[in-house]
């Protein structure tokens, strides 16, 4: 007694000492692209970026409506103002004017950088005009905004320079800034954390919705949110929360069902110790190997470490009447080290897959199947109380044995079976694979309209479509798209698209801004030109004087490049237009509403490979079909090593054949259900017929090996039964699920159970 408790206490500490290692050393990741195969195309690579850091994924699209019109005006203008000054947002622009666009270092350079002097010159018929604007401004309601910008800049460039840096089809503008056709108060905002990444996007809505909450006067206002990072957050609440309710659920039954199964509270809580001790030990091998790991990862590790919980059931159910667990645990571990072995070898295909996430997820398994595999055989059972009920004497399993004995097992069955799944499989409808990510995280359709009204409202940039400039620089790229701007105006006349952003609205090439140089007068001439324009107006002598500064310093300004723009508010934004390349630079253009792809296809081509058009979800596509066609090479070089374990194993071909023959059926009978029902398979559907072949393997080994002893068939088949009536609970629970990645698993392991449980009795006895 008193060194079971001993163990049981180490047991404990040692366990509790993982704990604590790992939550020291774990770092818990939540960008998505972890679970993303390595690009292998340039339009694959862009993809990743555009994904992650673009500036289409990081754009909040938001609306304020609730109040009167005025009162929406100036929330919008405090929501801005708060989000310019936190971190988390690189821009924050509601068509208000933004006296930051250009801070005090670049603001000389507005000449350099308004396409003003491509049209006007600084001579006293250009600022007569401009300063007679001045005088009926300053008897405006916009006076009290542009008194203080006057002595500086009487012509208002820096106010041109904000209205060409908002989106090119901006909404309508009133009481100084943007509103909706029904009312509502726009805004778009723009995060520096990666949009798929749902912690980054959660802490920056989060950090929003705070700052519309401490504005004043809020009332009954309400603040609507839409974008990409929106929906990534959305989506992953919902994914978890109903993951937690699924689990807390089938926690709970599974619990009830082993207490039912063997009437002991204390044998029932020491069996769950070497599944926790699997759990532990692969978050401590992530810990020690790489020192982080996906959230999903351990989601999908724990999901995939429910095959441990079989090895303590069958030591609870194959406990022998008078003799100690230890001497029954010796008699199963042949087999329970064959199924351990074997299912660690399945899950090596993740390992081989090239996939960070999915490396991380075979680390996890693995090592959760060993430690559970081994606490199992050499601690449960010197833990285990020395009272048991051995579930033989049970009346109802005899009867079950001999009704399972004289089932008829037709040989010709199973290949009847394959021959009709292989022909339900090639009359399935619909497509066999699942290519688009986005059906496997689905938005609802309301948010949907929601966005797509809000996207057209603001005229925010398409998320699917980019055109990539390529030249030998980044100022070959801003030549190139300063080239290519009036046929892109023209197709916008033509109602292909409703807008293009190219990379030169923000930063001319330096030949552009050379000859824009040349132009600016010196400060002797601009001084006459001002004299003359302004002999009849009400302005005082000198009062230009500062304009005249940046006029003569612009005039021997370095010319600016995007690094020395960088330090602007917009030069975040013009980096994520420039990409730097090996064998060059790209500039990336968003474009918004696109309505005729070919044309801008077409477009793209007569440039000679200097400009494309990428579909990102075309892209998408491919890169989903390159990972699932690694994952299948994985998936068949673990099924080879799969079969010679066990054929190892079992030391005989033949018995081999009736382990794995079930298991090969079952799968493919999953998979026949699933496409003859109209489903297209993912990732998740890979990952689910890994688990449900590895609790089949489980199942056929048990019910293959030869027993003479009847007491022992029943234990063996009490021992299955609440294997496959736990697995049914959890997964079968998890398919009813609405989220797509949660019934994938879900459908497939409960289908998986249950031909493999039904496969292995038909297969396995049929030779006897």
Not at 134 to 141: G, I
Not at 328 to 351: D, E, N
Request: charged share 15%; aromatic share 6%.
């Amino acid at each position: 007694m008193r060194s079971r408790v001993a163990l049981l206490a180490v047991w404990l500490l040692a366990l509790a000492a993982l704990a604590a290692f790992a939550w020291h050393t774990l770092r818990i990741g939540t960008d998505l692209r972890s679970f993303m195969p390595p690009p292998q195309t340039p339009d694959q690579k862009l993809l990743m970026e555009q994904i992650g850091e673009g500036p289409g994924s990081r754009l909040l699209l938001l609306s304020i409506d609730g109040a009167p019109e005025a009162r929406l005006a100036e929330l919008s203008r405090g929501l801005a103002a708060a989000l310019r000054a936190d971190a988390r947002f690189e821009q924050a622009i509601n068509g208000a004017f933004d006296p930051s666009a250009l801070d005090e270092k670049l603001l000389p350079y507005r000449w350099l950088l308004s396409p003003t002097l491509d049209t006007h010159a600084l001579d006293a018929e250009y600022l007569a005009d401009q300063l007679g604007q001045r005088v009926e401004d300053l008897a405006s309601p916009a006076a009290t905004l542009l008194k203080p910008l006057l002595p500086r800049d009487p012509t208002l460039e820096v106010l041109a320079l904000a209205q060409r840096w908002s989106p090119p089809k901006a909404p309508i503008v009133r009481d100084g800034v943007w509103f909706s056709s029904d009312g509502a108060a726009l805004l778009l905002a723009q995060t520096r954390g990666a949009g798929f990444d749902p912690a980054v996007q959660g802490a920056a809505i989060d950090a929003l919705q705070a700052a519309f909450r401490a504005l004043p006067d809020v009332g009954a206002a309400k603040l609507t949110i839409s974008g990409p990072g929106w929906f990534t957050v959305l989506i992953n609440e919902r994914t978890r929360g109903e993951a937690d309710r699924i689990g807390l659920v089938s926690t709970l039954g599974f619990v009830l069902l082993l207490v039912l199964a063997y009437r002991s509270l204390p044998a029932l809580l020491l069996a769950g110790l070497p599944v926790l001790s699997g759990g532990l030990a692969g978050i401590a091998a992530l810990a020690l190997l790489s020192g982080s790991a996906h959230g999903i990862t351990l989601a999908f590790g724990f999901t995939l470490l429910g095959v441990a919980q079989e090895y303590p059931i069958r030591v609870l159910s194959h406990r022998r009447a008078g003799e100690d667990a230890l001497a029954s645990v010796r008699a199963l571990w042949p087999l329970l080290a064959t199924a351990i072995v074997s299912a660690a070898i399945a899950y090596l295909a993740f390992l081989a897959s090239g996939v960070t996430g999915l490396q991380q997820l075979a680390v996890f398994t693995i090592a959760g199947l060993l430690a559970a595999g081994f606490s199992t055989r050499y601690l449960l059972p010197r833990v285990l109380p020395s009272r048991f009920h051995d579930v033989a004497t049970h009346a109802w399993l005899a009867g079950a044995v001999r009704a399972l004995d004289a089932l008829p097992r037709p040989r010709w069955l199973p290949w009847l079976l394959a021959a009709l799944g292989l022909v339900v499989l090639w009359r399935a409808p619909g497509p066999t694979w699942e290519n688009d990510l986005a059906a496997l995280t689905p938005v609802p359709q309301d948010l949907l309209l929601r966005d797509a009204k809000l996207r057209g409202e603001l005229g925010a940039p398409d998320v699917r479509y980019l055109l990539v400039l390529h030249a030998a620089d980044a100022d070959g790229v801003l030549a190139l798209s300063e080239s290519i701007e009036p046929r892109l105006d023209a197709l916008v006349q033509a109602h292909v698209l409703d807008a293009a952003e190219l990379p030169s609205r923000y930063l001319p090439s330096l030949a552009t801004q050379r000859a824009r140089q040349a132009k600016l007068p010196d400060r002797a001439a601009l001084e006459q030109a001002l004299a003359a324009a302004g002999a009849e107006l009400p302005f005082r002598a000198g009062l230009f004087a500062p304009f005249v500064d940046d006029v003569e310093a612009a005039r021997t300004l370095e010319l600016l490049t995007p690094a020395t723009f960088a330090s602007s508010p917009l030069g975040a934004r013009l980096a994520a237009m420039l990409v730097a390349r090996e064998d060059g630079w790209l500039g990336l253009a968003t474009l918004s509403g696109v309505h005729d792809a070919a044309a801008l296809d077409a477009f793209a081509a007569s440039t000679h490979g200097a400009v494309r058009l990428l579909d990102l979800k075309a892209a998408s596509e491919s890169l989903v079909v390159a990972y699932r066609e690694r994952i299948l090479r994985a998936l068949g070089l673990a099924l080879g090593l799969l079969a010679l374990t066990v054929v190892v194993a079992l030391r005989s071909i033949r018995r081999a054949w009736h382990v794995l023959a079930p298991m090969t059926l079952a799968t493919v009978l999953v998979v026949v259900v699933e496409r003859a029902s109209g489903l297209s398979l993912s990732l998740f559907h890979l990952v689910a017929v890994t688990l449900a072949a590895g609790l089949g393997l489980h199942y056929a080994l048990f019910f293959e090996r030869p027993v003479a002893d009847p007491a022992e068939a029943r234990r063996t088949l009490h021992a299955t039964l609440v294997c496959v009536a736990s697995a049914l609970l959890v997964f079968g629970l998890q398919a009813l699920s609405s989220l797509p990645v949660l019934r994938a698993i879900g459908l497939t392991v409960a289908l998986g159970v249950g031909f493999h449980f039904c496969l292995s009795i038909l297969m396995a006895r049929a030779r006897r």
